[in-house]
């Protein structure tokens, strides 16, 4: 609306009251748009929808399906709209998550049928979406997105993950220094944030649960390497339940979000055990 201050003379021709009244109207009109009388349409926000997987054991049979839409913005993760929902829509929403950097492995999660870490996977990659989220594959679902990881922590320390050294009482009281190649040899494999992506992706760990797995293998390869260790792993890791059960998918590797290359190590170690029998003295 135009405003004119009480000193401003009225144009020549009349005293200024028609003006002020077309004004009014243009006004009107963009506050209400034409001919409506109606507030005009402000322009809604871009939403995204989430299909998530709802599992909740006292009602639910079986997981179903329920859509919530929720704001699109570029700088949100898949994790930032799990917390938009239970924040905002659904507070009986269940899913881990922790740090939000990718380094504590809580959050990882199928999006769109890929094992992926929800924090570092962001909206904008699926255009206007869906995105469907569901639990990890290949574990039992407690409630929504919550799967059973007993079996796989169980994995983990059955391939005794320390440094075992020969002769020697706890506590240890000597140092053992390495170089940088020796600390190279290892490093990659330690590396892994048991985020369990690697499980979820492996089609024999899906097929046959008794399969050591990706990053159990892999973090026992990491002591294998170790300068340090003295430890002999050949009869947990050296049978069909082992590194043999691997078929070399690859899948493991490729969804890794640390690169660690569990594949690669499964590998590797098929070739020393295939070596420990020819010669049954080799160790590494």
Partial sequence: MSIRSSQEPAPAGGDGTQDTAQDTAQDTARETGPDTGQPAAQDAPATIRLEISR???????????????????DDWAVLDGLNHV????????????????GVCGSCGMNVNGKPRLTCGTFLTEFGAGPVRIEPLKGFPVI????VEIDD??????????WLIREGEELPLTAEYA??????????QYSMCINCMLCYSACPVYVLNPDFLGPAAIAL???????????????????GDEGVWGCTFVGECTRVCPKHVDPAEAIQ????T???????????R
Avoid: I
């Avoid at 239970?86 to 950097?101: A, E, I, N, P, V």
């Avoid at 055990?273 to 003295?281: F, H, K, Y």
């Fill in 55 to 73: 599992y909740r054991p006292e009602r639910d049979e079986k997981p179903v399906f329920e859509s919530f839409d929720v704001p699109m913005r």
């Fill in 86 to 101: 239970k924040d905002r829509l659904d507070g009986t929403l269940t899913f881990r998550w922790s740090c939000r950097m």
């Fill in 143 to 146: 409630r929504d997105l919550v």
């Fill in 152 to 161: 796989f922590l169980a994995k983990l320390s059955h391939v005794r993950p």
């Fill in 178 to 187: 390495q170089t940088p190649e020796q600390l190279e040899a290892y490093k």
């Fill in 220 to 238: 026992a390869q990491r002591y294998n390497l170790d300068s340090r260790d003295q430890g002999d792993r050949l009869d947990l890791l050296g």
């Fill in 268 to 271: 590797r170690y098929k070739v």
């Fill in 273 to 283: 055990a295939a070596m420990r029998s020819v010669l049954p003295w080799s160790r």
